[in-house]
């Protein structure tokens, strides 16, 4: 299958460049960044410290998904919704490892599934989705007396927050309770702001150094305390599991998928 990167130059386009070499079934089908990049033009095996891959870096996506049969993408948001534009225009299938969307950008991204497969995930690693699951589990299981947060640490250069992964767990957190989470998220407290409003499902964000992605879900209860962690301690988690979720999508039809679907949970 040949596999695309856009956004590859950054630190996970990266590892995304040496798992897609290192993947049997995977041929690297090239990789781009903005315009002006100091890296264009650069061949992408060099790029990453080893041999020459025969793929130069380009500025232009389109050409991308004209060539790839599958594209990855961890951009920003504006940047993946015309990556998912043009994935539904080429019908090459996409990854999708960008968080922060808002909801207009989700409904692009929605409207694009309809013509071609899109995997969409907050984490690619597969410790974390069943992470997912064990916090949605203890959720139905643990009564509302148990108050919900979801602490969350990433390195400095993370712009969005609470992480995509920490608002995940959240959602797995309220289907375990069935509700929604918008109606019981509380994503910032500050001053005076009373007692804990109970079934309230909190969230605290934590940056600094170069902290990989830790995430923890505390069930905090009468006398006891439950806590569920995970600890990336490398990007190639994730980008091991996007090249996993790449070739899986090229071999589905149109739809939006996450990595429940890619791991059969």
């Known amino acids: 299958m040949k596999i695309a990167i856009?956004?590859?130059?950054?630190?996970m386009g990266r590892m995304l460049i040496a798992a897609v070499q290192g993947a049997e079934d995977a041929e690297l089908a090239g990789g781009a960044e903005a315009a002006g990049h100091a890296d264009m033009g650069r061949d992408l095996g060099e790029l990453i410290g080893g041999e020459s891959a025969g793929v130069a870096m380009t500025s232009d996506p389109r050409a991308l998904f004209e060539i790839a049969d599958v594209v990855i993408?961890?951009?920003a948001p504006?940047?993946?919704?015309?990556?998912?534009?043009?994935?539904?225009?080429?019908?090459?299938?996409?990854?999708?490892?960008t968080t922060g969307l808002d909801a207009a950008q989700q409904g692009a991204v929605?409207?694009?599934?309809?013509?071609?497969?899109?995997?969409?995930?907050?984490?690619?690693?597969?410790?974390?989705?069943?992470?997912?699951?064990?916090?949605?589990?203890?959720a139905q299981i643990l009564p509302d007396a148990y108050d919900i947060e979801v602490l969350e640490m990433h390195h400095h250069h993370k712009v969005d927050a609470p992480s995509g992964t920490a608002l995940a767990l959240g959602e797995a957190?309220?289907?375990g309770r069935d509700v929604q989470l918008d109606d019981v998220a509380c994503k910032a407290r500050d001053g005076i702001v009373g007692a804990r409003p109970r079934g309230e499902i909190g969230f605290a964000t934590l940056r600094g150094g170069d902290v990989v992605g830790d995430?923890?879900?505390m069930f905090a209860g009468p006398g006891e305390r439950v806590e569920i962690t995970h600890k990336a301690s490398s990007r190639e988690v994730f980008?091991?599991?996007a090249?996993?979720?790449?070739?899986?999508?090229?071999t589905q039809k149109p739809g939006l998928y996450s990595m429940k679907d890619v791991l059969g949970l």
């Not at 504006?78 to 299938?93: K, M, N, S």
């Not at 013509?115 to 699951?133: D, E, F, M, R, T």
């Open 6 to 11: 856009v956004g590859a130059a950054g630190r």
């Open 73 to 75: 993408d961890f951009t």
């Open 78 to 97: 504006i940047a993946t919704v015309a990556h998912a534009g043009l994935a539904a225009e080429h019908g090459a299938a996409l990854i999708i490892g």
């Open 110 to 138: 929605d409207d694009a599934a309809k013509k071609v497969a899109i995997v969409q995930a907050a984490n690619y690693s597969v410790g974390v989705n069943v992470l997912l699951g064990l916090v949605e589990k203890a």
């Open 173 to 175: 957190a309220a289907a």
């Open 215 to 217: 995430h923890t879900v």
């Open 239 to 241: 980008a091991g599991g």
């Open 243 to 250: 090249v996993r979720a790449a070739l899986w999508a090229c």
